[in-house]
């Protein structure tokens, strides 16, 4: 991956709460390149939202810690050091992101057509004319029929899979460099859904932006993304190619995880689990492997010192005995 | 599945109308919920129930509980018409009906601790000796993986896939034979989720109730459902086999809704029937056929009537539509 657009180096977020620090994305680190789609996966709580909104910095400061030894570059362009204002011509313009909640992510007393001009508006000198026609292209772009008529409408007009359409024209008006995409499709129905990863990948097509997609659907990332990072409590458990990942995982979570969907396509006579539940951010292990509780393969070293992210041919992985967990199966 | 094939539940045409207020002006418009629907049901059977949302499929489970009032229509259960059974009636045929609902976090009274929540329905249903009911309920926890520590905490110390157990304890504990699963894992972590499907499946093994599962997720269907029902805006458009529907989906938004679910498989390169629009409201549903907005193909056919249920290889896959060749 010689041009990566966005490099992520030690992302570590910490929140405050109750007066405790806790820790809630810990030492995140990857390269996206240009025109590629990264998916990030892991379960509610795992900190890929977190990871994905301080890139764009829209974490509330009041009780959120950045650690300085973060670097996240655009292009080269360091964005750590850039100060608020500086940074509002990046976001939305370079860096883009679709919510997951079509619903309430559109401000319900204003236009479509206002709150899109007004993200044109902000980010480019140009007439509030001009504005309106390059927003009706871009709606027209995303398949929204009459488009003209639309500007004029309110959010609550719309059905979830228009808002969603919407919300993504607005995202790409700017033509920005990234789009982050958190959970876009969880919110609305599998036909709904289905038009709107058939657009995404259109739309990624035409116009060659770089789209980070968070998603708790395995299926999903399958059909749409290029590599996939596999997170847990906070840590990058798994990085590969989607292909290589599916096909051989390494990571005990990554495998209970790929094993614990329903198949559409096989019959299963009984669903593996993984046992117990995601640890909340309080009850965070302090030394050891974070996945050690749950995990099939747990030994003594897991439960003493954390896994680093070893590189494993293009994969990395954050586990004692990747690659040769088989052995310790029958324990 | 089991051999007991002896029939449960029916529900013959059974409609739910809800009178709603126009946005502006006077008057009321009905919103047809649920249209028509006929299906049975037997003994230890799990018949899955798919649609998108506001298919009416939550209101077909809660109406034939009688949660909600029958606008038309019968609903049998266990031989007895219970159609026009008033509260008093139901209450004593509730111990056999039970409900496990989507939202474990609104469906637990936070006030209340476990053990008493599921002590409730044996104290509401007279059921057992008083003193043996604390056992009971003892017993029923350790059933679905939940230590007996778990008796005096209160929900908010639980975790959401905790919760769902309590749900499924609280809904098992008066041995029902009939529970009506309302989506009841997709508020769940994936790994989370595999736990109460398991659990859930271990249940009806064991007791032999028959579920009515209601879904939006295939694969989950699939997984534990013996026979499937596929519902658009409020009427059943297919109902077959598990692995009949799969292997042969008939009707053109089954087949749609097969082709629209992203598989978990990197290989697997599928052609997309991608359904164009929305579901059309149920206030002004089309004229005759209601997927024939969306239908691939649409024919003049489909303006008439509306079609109904025609079993099309006599072993009871059933299909609505009438561009059958």
């Known amino acids: 991956m010689e041009n990566s657009i966005l490099e992520v180096k030690n992302l570590k977020v910490d929140f405050i709460m109750d007066g405790e620090r806790v820790n809630a994305v810990h030492e995140v680190s990857f390269k996206l390149g240009k025109g590629r789609t ?148 969880t919110a609305l129905d599998v036909t709904i859904q289905a038009q709107i990863l058939e657009l995404m990948n259109k739309l990624k097509e035409d116009t060659k932006t770089s789209i980070i997609l968070i998603t708790h659907d395995m299926g999903v990332v399958a059909e749409v993304t290029d590599e996939v990072m596999v997170m847990y409590a906070g840590e990058v458990v798994e990085h590969d190619d989607v292909k290589e990942i599916f096909h051989n995982p390494m990571h005990p979570y990554t495998i209970g995880l790929l094993d614990s969907i329903p198949k559409l396509n096989q019959n299963t006579e009984r669903l593996l689990t993984i046992d117990g539940t995601v640890p909340t951010l309080k009850n965070m292990p302090k030394v050891g492997c974070r996945f050690a509780d749950r995990c099939h393969y747990c030994q003594d070293l897991c439960r003493t010192e954390s896994p680093a992210l070893k590189k494993v041919g293009t994969r990395e992985v954050r586990c004692h005995f990747a690659g040769n967990l088989k052995a310790k199966e029958d324990k | 599945m089991s051999e007991n094939n002896q029939e449960l539940l029916r529900v013959e045409y059974l409609k739910k109308h809800f009178k709603v207020k126009r946005k502006y002006g006077a008057g009321k418009q009905v919103l047809k919920a649920v249209d028509n629907v006929s299906f049975t049901l037997n003994r230890g059977e799990v018949l899955g129930l798919v649609g998108e949302s506001g298919c009416g499929k939550s209101t077909l489970g809660r109406t034939v509980l009688k949660l909600y009032d029958i606008t038309e229509g019968k609903v049998v259960f266990d031989g007895t018409d219970i159609t026009n059974y008033n509260f008093k009636q139901m209450r004593n045929i509730r111990k ?118 209601i879904s939006h997720d295939l694969s989950t269907v699939k997984y534990v459902c013996d026979r499937i029902a596929v519902m658009y805006l409020g009427h059943i458009v297919e109902i077959a086999e598990s692995d009949e529907l799969f292997k042969n989906p008939v009707h053109p938004y089954t087949q749609a809704l097969l082709s629209a679910i992203p598989i978990p498989d990197v290989d697997q390169k599928r052609n997309r029937i991608i359904l164009q629009g929305d579901v059309p409201s149920p206030i002004n549903p089309p004229q005759g056929c209601p997927f024939k907005t969306r239908c691939t193909k649409y024919c003049a056919r489909c303006d008439e009537k509306i079609p109904a249920l025609e079993d099309i290889d006599g072993n009871g896959h059933m299909v609505a539509c009438c561009n059958l060749d």
């Open chain 2, 96 to 213: 056999n009906m039970q409900m496990i609902f989507q939202d474990p976090y609104a469906s637990l009274n936070p006030r209340m601790t476990i053990g008493d929540i599921v002590m409730s329905p044996l104290n509401t249903f007279n059921l057992g000796e008083k003193k043996d009911r604390i056992d009971m309920v003892c017993e029923m926890l350790k059933k679905v993986g939940l230590s007996t520590e778990y008796l005096y905490k209160l929900p908010h110390e639980m975790s959401g896939g905790q919760r769902q157990r309590v749900v499924i304890a609280r809904a098992m504990i008066s041995n029902p034979s009939f529970v009506v699963c309302d989506e009841p894992v997709s508020a769940l972590d994936v790994s989370v989720r595999a736990q109460v499907l398991n659990l859930m499946k271990d249940m009806q093994d064991e007791s032999q109730v028959a579920y009515l599962f």
């Open chain 1, 38 to 185: 990264l998916g990030i996966v892991g379960e509610s709580g795992c900190g890929k939202s977190v990871s994905a909104t301080s890139i764009m910095r829209l974490l509330p400061k009041i009780n959120t810690i950045v650690d300085d030894c973060t670097s996240i570059k655009l292009d080269d362009e360091e964005l750590t050091t850039l100060s608020d204002k500086e940074f509002q011509k990046v976001r939305g313009n370079r860096i883009s992101m679709i919510f997951q909640e079509p619903m309430t992510s559109l401000n319900p007393v204003y236009t479509i057509g206002k709150q899109l001009i007004e993200m044109v508006q902000s980010h480019q000198k140009i007439s509030k004319k001009d504005a309106f026609e390059t927003c009706v292209e871009m709606l027209e772009k995303v398949g929204i029929p009459e488009a003209r008529k639309r500007m004029k409408e309110y959010p609550h007009q719309l059905s979830g899979g228009m808002r969603q359409r919407v919300m993504i024209a607005m995202a790409l008006v700017c033509n920005p460099e990234v789009l982050i995409a958190d959970e876009p499709t």
